[in-house]
Nanobody, 127 residues
Framework: QVQLAESGGGLVQTGGSLRLPCAAS????????VGWFRQTPGKEREFVAA????????YYADSVKGRFTISRESDKNTGYLQMDNLKPEDTAVYYC????????????????????WGQGTQVTVSS
C-alpha cells in the first residue's frame, strides 16, 4: 500500500503563492502518476494537475495552466504543487493522489483512475 500526506495549505492574498508538498510512504515504487485535485463544498472533486513518471509529461487544467507547476523529487518520495498568482476561485481543499500505473492525455484527469489519496489540505485565497 501507499500512503500520501499533503501539507502547506493556508491563507494567502490574491496574487500570492503557496507550495503544497505531498509526501509518499509505503510501496512508493508503485507510484506511476502523481496528481492533484481540488474540491469546494457542494461541488465534485476536480482535476488540477498530473505528472507521469514514465515519460515526465505534465498535464494541467485550463484554469491553472501557466500559474501552477507540478513536480516531484523521486529520491525524497515527495511531489509538489507550486501555485503562483493565486485567485479567490482557487480556494478549495487540495488533494494529492497517485496511480499504480500510467496515464496519458485526458485520461490523467479522471479521478477514478487514482488508487491512493491524501487527506487534503485547505487553501484559502482572500480577495
Amino acid at each position: 500500500q501507499v500512503q500520501l500526506a499533503e501539507s502547506g495549505g493556508g491563507l494567502v492574498q490574491t496574487g500570492g503563492s503557496l507550495r503544497l508538498p505531498c509526501a509518499a510512504s509505503g510501496r512508493t515504487f508503485r507510484l506511476g502518476v502523481v496528481g492533484w485535485f481540488r474540491q469546494t463544498p457542494g461541488k465534485e472533486r476536480e482535476f488540477v494537475a498530473a505528472l507521469a513518471r514514465r515519460d515526465g509529461n505534465t498535464y494541467y487544467a485550463d484554469s491553472v495552466k501557466g500559474r501552477f507547476t507540478i513536480s516531484r523529487e523521486s529520491d525524497k518520495n515527495t511531489g509538489y504543487l507550486q501555485m503562483d498568482n493565486l485567485k479567490p476561485e482557487d480556494t478549495a481543499v487540495y488533494y494529492c493522489a497517485a496511480i499504480d500505473g500510467h496515464c496519458s492525455g485526458y485520461g490523467c484527469r479522471d479521478r477514478r483512475l487514482y488508487n491512493w489519496w491524501g487527506q487534503g489540505t485547505q487553501v484559502t485565497v482572500s480577495s
